[in-house]
């Protein structure tokens, strides 16, 4: 299984990246294949249906929805701006959201954050999860939010308190194991739509793809 693992943070010595990285390590213990980046790696300007309309998305979207597409799950690291999604990510997902078929729809994804904050960033997951349930990504249930993250960190990027790194190992561990039946097991996607109350062939179903 591969996973996409992506910091919502370009700032070099930023926490939710340093934080994707300990997410990667656990997801490589379980044996599955990381792709990790940054949200800085794909640039693209604010989105504008003019320029879309004109010259289509930018390359920087097309790249990442190639990153999107190639791996069975998704794991997003992202920082909280004023109690809610970092403009830049959200951007992302908006333009991301305009290709067909639609790239979020059906990935099976998990949110993490990191904040110096006593909340760490968990605000901005419950406003990230909006947008990317709408579009049909199957959002975990849990999340992992890392407070005070400017001193949980050690010289050697892992977490000091053996608490916190247990519960990660345990969130990421859980996830895998349910976006890896998900991938091989086809019975369980029409689950999600029975557990969501809709019909595979229901419209509602059709609109989270188009
Ligand atoms: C923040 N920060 C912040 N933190 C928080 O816990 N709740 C918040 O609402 C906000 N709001 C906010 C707005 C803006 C514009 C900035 C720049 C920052 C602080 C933020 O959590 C902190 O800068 C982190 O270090 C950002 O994550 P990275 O870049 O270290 O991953």
Not at 58 to 75: I, K, Y
Not at 119 to 147: C, K, Q, T
Request: proline fraction near 5%; hydrophobic fraction near 45%; charged fraction near 20%.
């Amino acid at each position: 299984m591969r996973v996409f693992v992506l910091a919502g943070s370009s700032r070099e010595d930023s926490v939710n990246t340093r934080l994707a990285s300990l997410v990667a390590a656990q997801v490589e213990r379980s044996g599955a294949v990381v792709d990790l980046a940054r949200i800085g790696d794909f640039a693209m300007p604010s989105y504008d249906g003019d320029a879309e309309a004109a010259d289509g998305p930018p390359v920087g979207a097309a790249t990442l929805r190639e990153r999107l597409l190639a791996a069975q799950a998704l794991v997003i690291a992202s920082p909280e701006y004023n109690a809610s999604v970092p403009g830049v990510l959200k951007n992302a997902v908006d333009w991301v959201s305009r290709f067909r078929p639609q790239p979020f729809k059906d990935k099976q994804t998990l949110l993490v954050s990191a904040s110096p904050s006593m909340i760490g960033g968990n605000r901005g997951l419950w406003a990230l999860r909006v947008p990317l349930e709408h579009l049909g990504a199957r959002v975990y249930p849990d999340m992992f939010s890392l407070a005070s993250a400017h001193t949980a960190f050690g010289d050697q990027g892992d977490l000091h308190d053996a608490g916190l790194r247990e519960r990660l190992a345990n969130t990421v561990d859980s996830f895998l194991a349910l976006a890896e039946a998900d991938t091989r097991y086809l019975c369980l996607q029409r689950r999600w739509y029975e557990f969501l109350g809709d019909e595979s062939s229901a419209p509602v179903t059709q609109r989270a793809e188009g």
